[in-house]
C-alpha cells in the first residue's frame, strides 16, 4: 500500500488556502496514494507557524480596525523574518477569497477601508476555527501522538483576540520523540546535512542545534520539549 506522510507544509495548504492553486495542488498529490498519515508534530508546528501567522494578520485587523494600516503592519514586519510577512498575505488572500457576502444594510462603518477590515476579520476568524477542527480530518490517519503536547483548541479572548496557547511542549520533561530519534543516528546525520551551515533562518539554526545535540550525546536526557 502507498502511503503519504503529511508535513506542515502541505496542511498549511490544505487547511489554509481555500480555492488556491496551492490547496488544489495538496489535494490532486494525496489522492494519488492509498493512505495519507498526519504525525502530531505536523499539527503543533502548523500551529505555531502558520496558524500563529494568520492569527496576526487576524490581531491587526481587530487592532486597527483597518485593512490598509493592516497591510502596512505586513509590510513593515522584518526582512529577516520573510516566511511571517509572505504567510501573513496569503493570510489575506484567504480572507478576500472567503469574503463573498454582500454588505449588510445598516452597519455603522466610518469607511470602507474599516468594514473591509471588519469582513475580512470575520472571514479569517471562520477559517481559523474551521480549519483547527479539521486538522485531523484531512488525512486518512492521525498518528504519532505527542505525550508532552497538549492540542488546545484556539479560542477568542474578551478583547477580541486570539489565543492560540499551548503552542509549545511542556518544557519539564525530555521530549517523548528523542528515544525514537536516538536510535538511528544515520538518519540524524542526514538531516544535519541537509540543513546548510550556511543558513541564516534561525529554525535551521536551531533545527541543526538540536541535531547535533543527538548525535554528539545520545545518552543525555538534557533534550527539553519545545
Given amino acids: 500500500m502507498s502511503k503519504a506522510y503529511v508535513e ?5 495548504n490544505l487547511l489554509l488556502k481555500p480555492g488556491s492553486k ?5 489535494q490532486a498529490a494525496l489522492s494519488r496514494y492509498e493512505s495519507s498519515l498526519l504525525p502530531v508534530y505536523a499539527i503543533k508546528e502548523w500551529k505555531a507557524g502558520p496558524l ?5 494578520v487576524h490581531e491587526k485587523l481587530v487592532v486597527t480596525r483597518s ?3 493592516t497591510i502596512g503592519a505586513i509590510n513593515a514586519l522584518h526582512p529577516l523574518n520573510p516566511y511571517k510577512k509572505s504567510t501573513s498575505l496569503e493570510a489575506l488572500e484567504a480572507a478576500a477569497r472567503l469574503d463573498t457576502a454582500e454588505p449588510q444594510a445598516g452597519e455603522d462603518y466610518r469607511s470602507r477601508d474599516e468594514e473591509n477590515a471588519d469582513r475580512y476579520r470575520l472571514a ?9 477542527r479539521r486538522r485531523r ?4 490517519q492521525t498518528i504519532h501522538d505527542l505525550e508532552c503536547y497538549t492540542e488546545a483548541e484556539p479560542t477568542i479572548a474578551k478583547d477580541g483576540l486570539f489565543d492560540l496557547k499551548p503552542q509549545r511542549c511542556e518544557r519539564d520533561r525530555e521530549c517523548c520523540l ?3 530519534l536516538k536510535r538511528r543516528p544515520d538518519l540524524l546525520k542526514a538531516l544535519r546535512d541537509a540543513i546548510p551551515e550556511t543558513s541564516t533562518r534561525n529554525e535551521d539554526r536551531q ?15 538534557g533534550l527539553k520539549s519545545r
Avoid at 8 to 12: D, E, Q
Avoid at 52 to 56: E, G, R, S, V
Fill in 207 to 221: 533545527r541543526r542545534k538540536v541535531l547535533k545535540q543527538l548525535i554528539n550525546t545520545p545518552n543525555s536526557p
Fill in 178 to 180: 528523542a528515544e525514537a
Fill in 8 to 12: 506542515t507544509t502541505i496542511l498549511t
Fill in 137 to 140: 480530518k484531512v488525512t486518512n
Fill in 52 to 56: 500563529d501567522h494568520y492569527a496576526y
Fill in 22 to 26: 496551492k490547496q488544489a495542488a495538496a
Fill in 124 to 132: 479569517l476568524a471562520s477559517l481559523i476555527i474551521r480549519s483547527w
Fill in 67 to 69: 485593512l490598509a494600516d
